[in-house]
């Protein structure tokens, strides 16, 4: 079954600093997701992957093409590309999950809150979802000692944790992930690859930026690599040596 089907999907963008000249982020990329998949996307700095992340969690609106999201088996199938904001938020607080490199800061919320506040606004009660929120900060190794700190002093590593449990902690149908293993060392690395391969369910869709060739051994089913906005190959992982672009 598949999950996504992405076709013709282009990004451009207007650059007033540069005179309005216009960016290409994504140059007409075409692939399917098959549901249950973990599908890495790998290419050089500045070939697109965090653009085409976006543009499926509509962060940014694509300017051609289309995102067919086939969802759950009953439901109509959602053209991701050009839905609603309506029925993107109704997506993204419950089937699509996504993270950034980065946390967003909350401030003055502490860790196992940023975690556990996805599934709270879900319906679970509060302290389920903190048991599940602290359940996987453990599975990342995140010090006890900083599940109840706040996250704004926490170190690159410890934040992207906290980033990857929050994504993992609704266990959303279409995982997003933008190189969300990036600022770990070898060791949490590692706790997060295990937590990955042993937390998603076997419905769960993954697309997942990496550039560790390593991870994407260890966790990718297939993989997309792009090159200057478009797409250069779709393999399967045991194909994969590791080159990117040329
Ligand atoms: N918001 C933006 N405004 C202007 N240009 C952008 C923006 N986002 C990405 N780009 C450009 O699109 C291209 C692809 O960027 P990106 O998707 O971030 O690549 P990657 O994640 O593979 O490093 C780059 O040339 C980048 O400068
Ligand atoms: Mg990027």
Not at 201 to 228: I, K, Q
């Amino acid at each position: 079954m598949t999950a996504l089907s992405v076709e013709g999907l282009e990004k451009t963008f207007d650059v007033h600093v540069l005179d309005d000249t216009q960016v290409v982020g994504l140059d007409g990329v075409s692939f399917d997701v098959r549901e249950g998949e973990f599908l890495a996307v790998v290419g050089e700095s500045g070939s697109g992957k965090s653009s085409l992340l976006k543009c499926l969690y509509r962060t940014y609106d694509p300017t051609a093409g289309s995102v067919r999201y086939y969802g759950a088996e009953d439901e109509e199938t959602v053209d991701l590309a050009s839905c609603g904001d309506r029925t993107v938020m109704g997506l993204r607080g419950d089937a699509i999950g996504y993270t950034s490199q980065f946390l967003d800061e909350i401030p003055r919320v502490p860790a196992v809150d940023v975690v556990a506040r996805p599934l709270v606004e879900q319906g679970t009660p509060t302290e389920a979802a903190r048991d599940r929120a602290r359940e996987l900060l453990d599975a990342l190794s995140v010090p006890e000692a900083l599940w109840d700190a706040y996250p704004a002093t926490f170190s690159g590593g410890e934040r992207q944790r906290v980033n990857l449990a929050q994504a993992l902690a609704p266990d959303p149908d279409l995982l997003l992930l933008d190189e969300p293993t990036s600022a770990l060392d070898p060791e949490t690395r590692r706790d997060a690859i295990d937590l990955l391969e042993t937390s998603l369910g076997d419905g769960t869709t993954v697309v997942g930026v990496f550039h560790d060739t390593d991870v994407v051994a260890a966790v990718a089913d297939r993989v997309v690599v792009l090159d200057d906005g478009a797409l250069e190959a779709v393999l399967p992982v045991e194909a994969f040596d590791g080159e990117v672009g040329r």
